[in-house]
């Protein structure tokens, strides 16, 4: 009796160890749970701390050891709940990107109960990030002493700091006289022709492509949204979807009390670089996107960007919108040389993929569906060098994201060259990663035609000024390769953000002989296009779509959709319906202005018709004839109605 009690005494502790040894695989193969680190404070904080007086204060992130869950039970169930609140445009955003699961551990919620007690001792909460596994808070050293010692606290880490001293604008004169179309294409671009003709955007608009049903989210400054020199540009404020300033907690993205002069400049002029529709001057690559737009980045004397901020509006636009949609495209023009005023910065050998904040947020959001289209980075005349080389800056360094690079004309040649001035060693940044691999993915161009956000003509003040400038670096490549990718998307909505990358990359003009340089080369938005048959053909003119539902049961339908597609600028339709003898029926009115794109659904501006006449009355039974009629030209379909 005593042996077979030893005997299930051992069996049970064998059971109970391996139990224990599954448990733990589980964990760590889940990363459910992190031990805390030797060293829990980084050497760069470390640094900083040492130079910091009592009462000063610095920002940090404090990673966690776990989330509270701690069993694959829980676990499962966790991600079971997250999965079916996703809403349907972004489990379809994340479907496409062919992961075999489209949620994990990272989606979950980081442990209040940690930040909590975090808070009590006296931290100010600046961001939580579910995907880091962690929050930023703003504190003193002694309050850092007292966070190191929590048993849930994995790691701490300097909040790093970008800057970057704004490139200065070149007005243009206004154009009085009116440039006809070039032939061939639809648009009178005016100054913003180059810009868009560089990387194919022009012929890609002529084929119907002008982004709709694409979000782009946009990380930056600052935005003029509703005011007369923003709307008298042609940029739609009805297209902005959401919005999120993460500097001061709050929806305003606009100027705020106590901005300091300029913050919204530079956001609103990439915004308009992408979005702007105003014939004969500035038409962006997806004017007929939607935006989400995230105000990041503190302006002073120089652009400051602090790496939390970013990774939280990383986070935000997966999930935005009144939708809770999220974006599919994250443009950034964060990516600016530090300035070597803090030893304790990230350096060159930092730029490897895997080691700052930024970059593993950029990574991640790829990894969750969203295109990431960041900036190269520029050198200016502040802060030369001659090895632009090494100057990488995150998350331009990462392994899943769109890097801009930037060319500019040589007027000696007239080629598109490596926008550098080798004599004042200023420019475009240029690859490799520290690791070696190749930088930028493609390149676009340096100098940039948009809106002068100064500017507005009821203003004495700034009435005289310029309406547009032009702007230069490889933000202005950044917004215009964004824009090209919502067009791509457009083209081919089920492509991954992976499959958008390597496609431009096999477009670009060097794509059989790339370098460190210019990466891919040029980036050929027509071409990416046209890779694969596109899921969304191309129209070539104003033209009516096929109808839906067709036919149309009146006693079982309460309207039926009538979608048409413009493609000439500036013209006003209506849409007539006619019985087989030529009666007229309805005359339905489309409005005197219609942007070019696709109006395929009551949401995006289709017409409906509810089965009545003029007068009212329910219409018979039979085929009608369908007419869209515009100032350029007319379209014919037949709908069929049951009664």
């Known amino acids: 009796m005593k042996k077979i009690k030893k005997v299930l005494s051992n069996v049970i502790k064998t059971v109970s160890v391996l139990s224990f040894l599954l448990t733990t695989f589980f964990l760590n193969a889940q990363e459910l749970y992190k031990p805390p680190q030797k060293e829990k404070i980084g050497k760069r904080l470390q640094g900083s ?68 007690k975090v808070i009590e001792t006296g931290a100010k909460k600046r961001i939580i990030s579910n995907w880091l596994n962690g929050a930023s808070f703003r504190v003193t050293k002694k309050e850092l002493e007292e966070i190191k010692i929590f048993p849930f606290v994995y790691k701490i880490k300097k909040v790093q700091r970008f800057h970057l001293k704004p490139e200065p604008y070149k007005p243009r004169k206004k154009i009085i006289k009116k440039m006809d179309k070039e032939e061939g294409y639809e648009f009178n671009y005016g100054n913003s022709k180059t810009q868009n003709s560089l990387i194919s955007i022009n012929i890609a608009h002529n084929n119907g492509y002008f982004g709709e049903g694409v979000r782009i989210g946009l990380f930056d400054t600052g935005f003029w949204v509703d005011s007369i020199r923003f ?11 959401d919005k999120w300033d993460f500097i001061n907690s709050d929806s305003n993205v606009g100027p705020e009390l106590g901005d300091p002069a300029g913050q919204i400049n530079h956001g609103t002029s990439m915004l308009s670089l992408i979005a702007g529709f105003k014939d004969n001057e500035l038409i962006g690559p997806a004017f ?12 002073d004397e120089e652009i400051h960007a602090e790496e939390d901020f970013w ?20 443009s950034s023009s964060l990516g600016y040389r530090q300035f070597p005023d803090d030893t304790f910065d990230y350096t060159y050998e930092d730029m490897n993929g895997d080691s700052t904040i930024i970059t593993k947020a950029a990574d991640m959001a790829v990894s969750k569906g969203i295109i990431v289209v960041t900036a190269m980075g520029n050198i200016n005349y502040n802060n030369p060098t001659d090895k632009p080389d090494t100057c990488m800056v995150a998350p331009a360094d990462g392994d899943s994201v769109i890097s801009a690079g930037a060319v500019d004309t040589n007027y000696t040649t007239g080629k598109w060259e490596w926008a550098w001035i080798p004599e004042s060693g200023t420019g475009a940044i240029i690859g490799p990663t520290y690791d070696g691999r190749r930088k930028p993915e493609v390149c676009a161009t340096w100098s940039g035609y948009h809106t002068n956000p100064e500017y507005d003509y009821t203003a004495p003040d700034t009435a005289d000024q310029f309406p547009y400038v032009t702007g230069q670096g490889t933000s202005v490549s950044t917004a215009m390769i964004a ?33 460190d340089t210019l990466g891919w080369g040029i980036a050929n938005i027509w071409k990416a296009i046209k890779y694969e048959d596109p899921f969304i053909p191309p129209f070539e003119n104003d033209e009516l779509s096929p109808f839906y539902p067709n036919p149309f049961v009146l006693k079982k339908h309460s309207y039926v959709v009538l979608p048409f597609n413009i493609m000439n600028q500036g013209t006003g339709g209506k849409i007539f319906i006619y019985s087989l003898s030529g009666r007229k029926i309805k005359e339905i009115e489309l409005g005197s202005y219609l942007l070019p794109g696709r109006y395929s659904s009551p949401e995006y501006g289709a017409a409906t018709w509810n089965g009545k006449d003029s007068n009212g009355k329910m219409v018979d039974a039979g085929i009608y004839i369908v007419l869209l009629r515009t100032g350029w030209t007319s379209s014919i379909k037949k709908l069929a109605v049951i009664r």
Not at 73 to 92: A, M
Not at 288 to 299: R, V
Not at 483 to 507: F, Y
């Open 231 to 241: 709307e008298a540009f042609g940029v739609v404020s009805k297209r902005i979807i």
């Open 483 to 515: 824009g090209g990718c919502a067009l791509i998307l457009q083209a081919h909505p089920d492509w991954s953000p992976m499959k958008v990358r390597e496609v431009l990359m096999n477009t670009a003009s060097l794509h059989n002989s790339p370098n």
């Open 288 to 299: 007929n996107a939607e935006f989400a737009l995230a105000k990041t980045e503190i302006i």
């Open 311 to 330: 990774a939280a509006a990383a986070e935000w636009v997966d999930s935005c919108g009144p939708d809770n949609g999220g974006v599919d495209i994250i």
């Open 49 to 116: 701390i040492k130079q910091m007086k009592e009462k000063d204060e610095i920002n940090i992130w404090v990673f966690f050891t776990d989330k509270g869950i701690f069993s694959k039970d829980e676990y499962e169930k966790s991600i079971t709940r997250f999965k079916n609140r996703l809403s349907p445009r972004r489990r379809k955003r994340r479907e496409r990107t062919g992961r075999a699961q489209i949620a994990d551990f990272t989606d979950l919620p980081v442990n209040r109960d940690y930040v909590k």
